[in-house]
């Protein structure tokens, strides 16, 4: 089977989920949700700090429920045939292992890349104009970083969505994948201050840490460079999924 009908398959694959059309779709009602929410209180915390004030990364803090949802959405692109004993016939019908993964790579990228950048956009609109019924200053998107920041949110979050098909197909499982994605997310950069000071320039490439700096138009001393953190994060991506194509062959199903 060349690429190109096995690109096809994980994409019908995909699309005949139920599962797949509900998370997206609970990505998109979720993220706007919260951008609504976190702009009801931007008068009063604007007033608070005038001289922090970004709109643009105010707009985007979705992200923070949005990766764990788009996560989820790259895990079940590969757990999914496993959890119901299909993996063995879609092996059959593709031996080549390498071709079926980067075919399952490609789709979540794919859909992940247009969802994400639309829940960005989405998100930045609804935003601003929440914050022009405040009388709050809002930002254009022609100004200075922050079409950098929403499209960077996209990618930002395609990457998650990578990072998630590599934890998936190490671990053949939803919720140990799952559960490694949230610890990754959340729980290591909760815990920064336990590492000792060698590690700490690891938090410059980590998920919402150094790399989510790339939603903020006002710089964080800490993170100077976000888009040299976010292509870092990219790089660890790689490796993760590196180590995926690797177990990947080499195991029987």
Known sequence: ??????????????????????????LLVVGLGITALSMGAAGADRAESPQDWDPTGRSLTTYIVAQLIIGVLGILVVTS??????MATTLSATP???????????????????????????????????????????????????????????IYLSAIALLAVGLGTIM??????????????????ALQG??????????????????AAIFATVPDPAYPEPWLNLGGMCLGVAVVLAAAFAVFLRRDV
């Open 1 to 26: 089977m060349s690429f190109a009908r096995t690109l096809h398959a994980e994409w019908i694959k995909f699309r005949s989920l139920r599962s797949s059309w509900y998370t997206l779709a609970t």
């Open 194 to 211: 336990l590492f000792p000071s060698w590690m700490q320039g690891l938090f410059a490439i980590w998920p919402t840490k150094g790399a």
């Open 81 to 86: 045939e496993y959890a119901t004993g299909l």
């Open 172 to 189: 053949r499982a939803t919720a140990g994948a799952l559960a490694t994605l949230v610890g990754i997310i959340f729980l290591v950069p």
């Open 96 to 154: 080549r292992r390498h071709r079926l993964l980067a075919a399952k790579v490609v789709v979540a990228t794919a859909v992940a890349l247009v969802a994400g950048q639309v829940l960005m956009f989405a998100s930045f609109f609804l935003g601003q104009a929440v914050l022009i019924t405040q009388e709050v200053p809002n930002a254009q998107l022609g100004d200075p970083g922050v079409l950098s920041a929403v499209t960077g949110g996209g």
